[in-house]
């Protein structure tokens, strides 16, 4: 298979109340990065779609990191 870099821009909005990046933002994150890895390696007809994401967090990233 492929791989991919994706890259994010943070702002405000992406952390919750405590000043932590948000969850979902490591897990969308992933989530783009492994379709575009396998996009150009299958049939353009071919459909794409998660069926499963388990993300495990092991530490917190704050805003002062």
Do not use: Q, R
């Amino acid at each position: 298979m492929g791989y991919a870099t994706v890259e994010l821009g943070i702002s405000n909005e992406h952390l919750n109340p405590f000043g932590g990046l948000h969850g979902g933002v490591y897990a969308s994150a992933i989530d783009t990065a492994a379709y575009w890895a396998v996009y150009c390696e299958v049939d353009e007809d071919t459909g794409l779609v998660s069926i499963n994401l388990k993300v495990d967090y092991l530490a917190a990233i704050n805003a002062a990191n």
